[in-house]
């Protein structure tokens, strides 16, 4: 986005989508929140849907969903270890800012979330069901690229294309989202408000105290946040000095959130990621589902293959290890 010369680019993956889809394979978008006001209109999930129809994807389905999951456990995890175990927990989410954090202060890598991403628990949710599926997550972030490629996430996310990638094929498509039909709703399919707010900044730390208060009400939850690597670097030099010792942090690499992300067809400015926020908040303004943690379909995924939040299963499922975020 910075680069006055274009010199820095993202490896793109158009081509691998678009043969994938011509070979008549199973492919399944997974899209983050963030697409609200990318391609014109408001946020209409069927409209999006019938665009990836057309672009000959078989389904798609809600990152938003994954990011309930992750919040409901990064809850779990701070209440088990915060500050028994560690002095501060960050968010797992941003993967430009959880790998920064664990490269630059090695010393304090076990205080940054295991979580896995929504990214990657929507992934996993979709492969439970379409095994030979390939999973293509579309989202405004160019570090998921890199984040695709660890050890941990290969065998979930086959592809992973920007906002801007996705514009690019429905122009060639001649696709104009804005005229598509749908069936006139912008409503979500399963997820909470907490788990759409992941996309703005502040919304990770506001879904995890929710689920955390929900299982201690009368706990204080004591939260930073900081946008933009440089503010997540200095946020996490005085963490490791001991000023936010019992915090949870919140790390997000781009201005605003995901809403400001580099991987978008019209790039960041303020206004724009502002207007991005007031979307999707006064979407989730009219969602009866508030909360990740009381999201039916999350309470039925620990029912039915999770098992207790702190179990074993549990860790195994919705945990990466502490070497597996390298390359």
């Known amino acids: 986005v910075n680069c006055p010369f274009g010199a820095i680019a993202d490896k793109s993956q158009i081509f691998q989508v678009i043969q994938a889809v011509r070979a008549g394979e199973e492919v399944i978008a997974e899209v983050a929140p963030a697409f609200v006001g990318q391609f014109g209109g408001k946020g209409n999930v069927d409209k999006l849907r019938e665009a990836f129809r057309d672009l000959g994807f078989s389904g798609m389905e809600e990152v938003a969903l994954g990011a309930d999951l992750c919040a409901v456990q990064e809850a779990r995890d701070f209440l088990d270890e915060v500050p028994e175990k560690i002095p501060f927990m960050g968010t797992s989410c941003c993967p430009a800012w959880s790998v920064m954090a664990k490269k630059e202060f090695p010393e304090h890598a076990d205080c940054v979330s295991m979580a896995l991403t929504p990214m990657t628990l929507t992934a996993r949710l979709i492969r439970k069901q379409h095994p030979n599926a390939k999973i293509v997550f579309v989202g405004p ?70 689920a955390i208060h929900r299982v201690h009400p009368d706990r204080e939850v004591k939260v930073a946040n900081a946008e933009g690597l440089s503010e997540c670097r200095k946020m996490m030099k005085m963490a490791t000095k001991g000023k936010y010792d019992g915090y949870l942090l919140e790390g997000m690499a781009c201005p605003g959130g995901c809403v400001g992300g580099g991987g978008q067809p019209i790039q960041f400015n303020s206004e724009l990621a502002q207007a991005r926020a007031g979307v999707l908040n006064r979407l989730d303004a009219a969602d009866k589902l508030r909360y990740s943690h009381e999201n039916p379909d999350i309470a039925k995924l620990y029912a039915d293959w999770i098992g207790e939040p702190l179990s074993h299963t549990a860790h195994e499922w919705l945990h990466t290890d502490q070497e597996s975020w390298q390359i």
Do not use: H, P, Q, W
Request: proline content about 0%.
């Open 141 to 210: 972030c160019a570090a998921k690229k890199l984040e695709a490629m660890r050890r941990s996430v290969k065998s979930e996310v086959d592809f992973v294309l920007t906002f801007e990638e996705m514009a690019g094929m429905m122009d060639a498509k001649g696709i104009d989202y804005t005229k598509l039909a749908g069936e006139g709703s912008s409503d979500f399919d399963v997820a909470s408000a907490d788990g759409r707010g992941f996309a703005v900044s502040g919304g990770v730390a506001t879904a995890v105290a929710n």
